[in-house]
């Protein structure tokens, strides 16, 4: 059985909530008090992962940390027909692997915003919208261009890839951290796209102190 260490509100933790549904997994959920309790800094959770950070995956004993590493193991172990990280195409693994560490700047970038916004981080406020807008800048026009190929998603092929699935969470919660996707038609068009997957879910939940989260759009 797989387990997983996770906070509603969480991008990352929702990300994977999200790719096994559509990957039709069955899996428990541990709820870990990230605020205001900052259970992920507890004696219990750091000794499943040291770095204190959600989420966390265990599956038959396994431990895995990263959002974006449980999301090439799970692709790996549970997709039966190779499509959403595909190991025998070289040159679309190299793609998946750099749009993956986009993702985390993204996460950098639009989730701290969010997280300054919603649960008082102290982050410096503009430096983060300014990363984000930079960033949807580069991933709206790589979008328009891969739409004037016919291509619907991140990475070239007619299915999504674990690529999509990465960026997508902080992607469609940016405006809660004040970053408004209008400027982005491409984006706005993909994540549209990612809805319409089957196994979708949205992500529901507020922040103790924020706007209502609003996954769908």
Known sequence: MITLYDYELSGNCYKL????SMLD????????????????????????????????????????????AILIYLASKYDAGGKWYPTDQPQTLGDISQWLAFAD????????????????YD??????RAGAHRLFRIFDEHLWFAEKQNRNWICPGDHPTIA?????????????GGISRQDYPAIRR??????????????????????AFKAAG
Request: aromatic share 14%; glycine share 6%; with cysteine.
């Open 190 to 211: 993909w994540t549209d796209r990612v809805k319409r997957i089957p196994g979708f879910v949205v992500m529901s939940g507020v922040f103790p102190a924020g706007p």
């Open 164 to 176: 999509d699935i990465a960026c997508f969470p902080y992607v469609i919660l940016s405006e809660e």
């Open 123 to 128: 982050f410096d406020i503009e430096a983060c």
């Open 105 to 120: 700047s993204i996460t950098s970038t639009s989730s701290a915003a969010r997280l300054h916004d919603g649960l008082f």
């Open 17 to 20: 909530r999200l790719f096994m």
């Open 25 to 68: 997994i069955e899996y428990e959920v541990i709820a870990v008090d990230f605020y205001p309790g900052k259970e992920h800094k507890s004696e219990w959770f750091l000794e499943i992962n040291p770095l204190g950070q959600l989420p966390v995956l265990e599956d038959n004993g396994f431990v895995l940390r990263d959002a974006q």
